[in-house]
């Protein structure tokens, strides 16, 4: 535990270190991720990323008063630049998308108190897109693990929205790449991009 501990304060000095192409596990609208050995970097694109952070910081550290801490993915440390976040094992994507968590069809990955929290998450936090795939990770015994929970309704329409519109910031749209040719999503800027091509393409 102290030599984890240890390593996540070495990450916050040294954090450029790990982000390179081999750590890289995933990018979105606001924030890119990178592993480093049992923590992640999530990198700040753009102060919404920030934000969002520091939200999954205070609903991480609410959650563990609550009881319900283990579903969540530790938040360590944040500033403007990045977060370091406990790592969990990602889910594998059906078709290179992701997909809603049913409680029925999912049932085996549903964690204890997994209901509890989700309605915790939608009362008390304004919760946003809590089912989508892409917002959780598996522990070590399978279950899912909240690790992109930060994202707020209010975040979401007063600033996400206005943003992507104008095309600061991309939406994601589900096709086929100009460059490789496979159906995969595509980060899109407004509606004027017409660049198709996907993140392994060249497109960030």
């Not at 530790?74 to 976040?85: K, L, P, S």
Request: glycine letters at 6%.
């Amino acid at each position: 535990m102290k030599e984890r501990e240890e390593f996540a304060e070495y990450l916050i000095r040294d954090w450029r270190t790990y982000c390179t192409e081999e750590n890289f596990l995933g990018i979105g609208s606001s924030r890119k991720v990178y592993k480093a050995g049992e923590w992640v970097i999530k990198v700040h694109l753009h102060p919404i990323g920030h934000l969002q952070s520091l939200n999954e910081m205070v609903i991480c550290n609410a959650m563990k008063a609550k009881g319900l801490g283990s579903m969540f993915a530790e938040v360590h440390y944040v500033d403007e630049r990045i977060a370091i976040q406990r790592y969990c094992a990602p889910i594998k994507r059906m078709n290179n998308q992701s997909f809603e968590i049913d409680m029925k069809e999912h049932a085996s990955l549903l964690p204890d108190h997994y209901e509890e929290a989700l309605r915790t998450l939608d009362r008390e936090f304004e919760g946003f897109d809590l089912k989508d795939s892409d917002n959780y990770g598996l522990n070590k015994r399978r279950k899912l693990v909240f690790i992109d929970y930060g994202m707020t309704r209010s975040l979401y329409e007063k600033e996400w929205v206005p943003l992507a519109e104008s095309g600061v910031l991309p939406q994601i749209d589900f096709d086929v790449c100009d460059r490789c040719g496979e159906k995969k999503e595509l980060r899109m800027y407004g509606k004027a991009d017409q660049d198709k091509r996907c993140y392994s393409c060249g497109k960030e």
